[in-house]
């Protein structure tokens, strides 16, 4: 049976869970990139909620373009595309399927449900390809 995994530093972790907590109430987003065919997160990539909505995301389409522009420059590519769930459970909704459209990343989601920001989160890895939600692993090390 083949085990998926993420596989990323204590640091890239507290950063996403830092910045999930930090736009709470409203949903946090953005992206880890790595070098291009290796599946390592290094870059870790705050971006702005343009929805900035506590039930929703939404990457502002200028700054995804810029994005994207930015990491071919640097032959790189998004490992982890990450956000959070401010009121319900760290799993993709429907929503969250439809903007899925990078069969290789990462899928990371953190609910920082009932807590206000600062209490205990959920945070939780999928692969979504063609709409199909498959969960993993999530092995966080100090170091590659």
């Excluded at 709470?24 to 929805?51: K, S």
């Excluded at 200028?62 to 956000?83: G, S």
């Amino acid at each position: 049976m083949l085990i998926r995994m993420l596989t990323l530093t204590k640091a890239l972790f507290d950063q996403i869970v830092a910045h999930s907590r930090a736009d709470h109430p409203d949903e946090a987003c953005g992206v880890v990139a790595g070098p291009a065919g290796t599946g390592r997160p290094e870059r870790f990539i705050p971006m702005l909620n343009a929805a900035r909505s506590p039930t929703f995301y939404e990457f502002d389409s200028a700054d995804l373009l810029t994005l994207y522009r930015e990491m071919d420059d640097r032959d790189e590519e998004p490992v982890i595309i990450y956000h959070s769930h401010t009121a319900t459970e760290a799993y993709p909704s429907r929503t969250d399927l439809s903007y899925a459209n990078e069969p290789g990343a990462h899928y990371v989601l953190v609910s920082t449900a009932d807590t206000d920001g600062a209490g205990p989160f959920q945070f939780r890895s999928f692969r979504i390809v063609d709409g199909t939600v498959t969960e993993e692993d999530v092995k966080v090390v100090d170091a590659y």
